[in-house]
């Protein structure tokens, strides 16, 4: 699959290395790969130490194009920045031997949205963020670090699909863990858990309405005319992402379909 599509894995073992290469070879064509370096996050990757040879047995596989070289930092978002530079030094020890060497891959990458933030020294060719491209800071210290202020890279909008009044002592929705206090304007979005719209929002989510924000969504029904979930007007942002953060510590991954489905995020 990685080859049929076009991906570019990262690798650091050699089955995989091996198989990649035999299938590639097979189909007449050749698949990048980028090496991962564990320099100490000890998730993954190629200890530093043995990274040089990794790369160089790496070289020996026909098919296999050799396109970057990373690694990735486990305390950027922390005050204490003594253990991110000790694996920045260690980076840079294996990129000066395989420079030595004529070996550095064309693209070298390292920062997170972290240390993309407050580390410049670790942007190298590329950078890979992630959180903050739904403009949720890693942490209140990168927050007070960071030179740039964030804004979601997306937006999230849904139609109104309901609008009704509804009197006092009403309650609303699964569970009517909301009680209408006042005649009040119901609406409803169609936008649920199954979106990626995460439960632990209900009675604590947000929408805006142009500039107007309106909460109090109970489940799965917003209360409002007309919304967009995550968007920015002017000054005034609100996001599902950093919401769902507050209140579960948890940001929905992507996730792709194949045929005309359309891309659901998922908690
Ligand atoms: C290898 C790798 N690179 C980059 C990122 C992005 O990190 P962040 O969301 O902190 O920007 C992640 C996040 O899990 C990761 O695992």
Redesign the pocket.
């Given at each position: 699959m990685i080859i049929d599509y076009q991906l570019t894995p990262s690798v650091y073992e050699p089955t995989l290395c091996n198989t990649l290469s035999r299938t590639a070879q097979a189909k007449g064509t050749s698949v990048k790969v980028h090496l991962d370096v564990d320099t100490g996050m000890n998730r993954g990757g190629i200890w530093y130490t043995e990274a040089v040879d990794f790369l160089k047995w790496l070289t020996s596989l026909d098919g296999i194009e050799i396109e970057g070289v990373f690694t990735?930092f486990a305390t950027a978002d922390q005050p204490d920045k003594s253990h991110v530079h000790l694996q920045l030094e260690r980076f840079k020890s294996v990129l000066s031997n395989l420079s030595e060497l004529n070996l550095r891959p064309p693209i070298v990458h390292a920062a997170?949205?972290?240390a993309a933030l407050t580390l410049s020294d670790s942007h190298f060719d590329t950078v890979?963020?992630?959180?903050?491209l739904y403009g949720v800071y890693?942490s209140s210290e990168v927050r007070r670090a960071s030179p740039v202020s964030l804004r979601p890279a997306l937006s999230w909008k849904a139609r109104l699909i309901c609008l009704r009044q509804s009197m006092q002592g009403e309650g609303v929705s699964y569970g009517r863990t909301y009680i209408v206090d006042k005649p009040t304007w119901l609406a409803t979005l169609p936008v649920g858990y199954a979106d990626g719209y995460s439960r632990a929002l209900s009675n604590r989510g947000e929408a805006l309405i142009g500039r107007q924000s309106v909460n109090r969504s109970e489940r799965f029904a917003w209360m409002g005319p007309s919304f967009g979930l995550h968007r920015r007007k002017g000054n005034r942002q609100i996001s599902p992402y950093a919401s769902a953060m507050r209140e579960t510590w948890r940001l929905p991954s992507i996730r792709l379909q194949k045929r005309r489905e359309p891309s659901r995020m998922r908690f």
């Open positions: 990735h997170n949205s972290a890979r963020v992630g959180l903050s890693p």
